[in-house]
């Protein structure tokens, strides 16, 4: 069993940065891939970005490439989402997720077996 616990939304303006964290209990990280997905209002909830289980695959939504940069610290069983440059339409809250398998490439909303509970980001225009 994995706990998943999101830190760092906030509001911020236009143009500005947050750093999202993701803090995992109960079984190490060092081999599970994570993810970061989103949902606005109104809106189904989409994937942001992803780390393999080893740290050397990342992926990106294309809406968030270049500005998004996901990393990972496993002796602190922690991830990270760094936002640059956020838009309005980065408003959302979003959800960090991890796969009940090991070694796993790249965890997708299919495959995620652990979610946490999400924090709010706000971009005001």
Do not use: H
């Not at 069993?1 to 236009?14: D, M, R």
């Not at 081999?31 to 992926?59: C, H, N």
């Amino acid at each position: 069993q994995v706990q998943l616990v999101e830190s760092g939304g906030g509001l911020v303006q236009t143009g500005g940065s947050l750093r999202l964290s993701c803090a995992a209990s109960g079984r190490a990280l060092r081999y599970l891939a994570m993810g970061w997905f989103r949902q606005a209002p109104g809106k189904e909830r989409e994937f942001v970005s992803a780390i393999s289980w080893s740290g050397a695959d990342t992926f990106y939504a294309d809406s968030v490439k270049g500005r998004f940069t996901i990393s990972r610290v496993n002796a602190m069983n922690t991830v990270y989402l760094q936002m640059t440059s956020l838009k309005f339409e980065d408003t959302a809250v979003y959800y960090c997720a991890a796969p009940s398998k090991s070694f796993v490439v790249k965890v997708t909303e299919e495959t995620a077996a652990y979610w946490g509970q999400g924090t709010q980001v706000t971009v005001s225009s």
